[in-house]
C-alpha cells in the first residue's frame, strides 16, 4: 500500500507570494491564494 501512503503525505501547497496555505478547492495549478491573486488583479 505504499501508493495509498504517498498520497497522505503529499505536502499542502503554499502560496509562493505570502506562504500561507492555499486551500485546494480546484483542481488546483495555482500557486497563490486568493488574497494574492486579488492582489495580481488590480
Ligand atoms: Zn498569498
Not at 20 to 36: G, K, L, M, T
Request: charged share 40%; with cysteine.
Amino acid at each position: 500500500m505504499v501508493t495509498l501512503e504517498f498520497y497522505r503525505n503529499l505536502p499542502k501547497k503554499v502560496c509562493r507570494e505570502c506562504g500561507c496555505e492555499i486551500e485546494e478547492q480546484h483542481e488546483s495549478y495555482i500557486y497563490e491564494c486568493e488574497h494574492c491573486m486579488r492582489k495580481h488583479e488590480e
